[in-house]
């Protein structure tokens, strides 16, 4: 996707934060795509899903994740054998290429999010407001509450709904 796609134009220059689940998606995807069907934390996805991340995320910059998304996706990448090993070495290379606002955990369980979302949503939240960035994410819990604080929040679901339009007119 270039910047005029999911994106309306002006929300792109403050960059992205993504959620775990689409962040789990990208390590299992660039490990390999054929795993994302089969393994127990992506079947939810396709490897067309992956593509149309890959192509959202695409010279969008900076991309941010919070320590507590880290953690997260670390343990949610559990493959199993080689492919364990290549989600490490994947979410490294992510890691030290995302911008990552530290969200103490003391400052998360002060935020507005935490006892609706928890600790992670609300760090995202925290982050989202200060940085001005968009988040992207498919948690709908998550998406309308940062809707409803004005964050320029896009949800996964509807960019695979737009996505799907184009493919079954082209």
Request: proline share 4%; aromatic share 8%.
């Amino acid at each position: 996707m270039n910047r005029s796609g999911p994106w309306p134009e002006g929300q792109t220059g403050n960059g992205v934060l993504i959620d775990t689940n689409l962040l789990v998606l990208l390590v299992v995807g660039l490990v390999n795509p054929r795993r994302i069907e089969a393994f127990k934390r992506t079947r939810q996805y396709t490897a067309a899903d992956f593509r149309l991340l890959n192509a959202a995320l695409d010279g969008f910059r900076p991309l941010y994740a919070t320590p507590q998304i880290a953690a997260e996706v670390s343990n949610l990448t559990d493959l199993g054998g080689i492919e364990r090993v290549a989600a490490r070495n994947v979410l490294k290379t992510i890691v030290n290429e995302w911008t990552e606002p530290v969200v103490t955990s003391v400052a998360a369980v002060q935020g507005r999010f935490y006892e609706r979302l928890g600790l992670t949503d609300s760090a995202i939240q925290i982050v989202s407001s200060e940085k001005k960035c968009s988040v992207l994410t498919d948690d709908l819990d998550l998406y309308l509450a940062l809707s409803r604080l004005g964050v320029p929040v896009y949800n996964f679901n509807h960019l695979r709904e737009r996505a799907w339009r184009i493919t079954s007119r082209g």
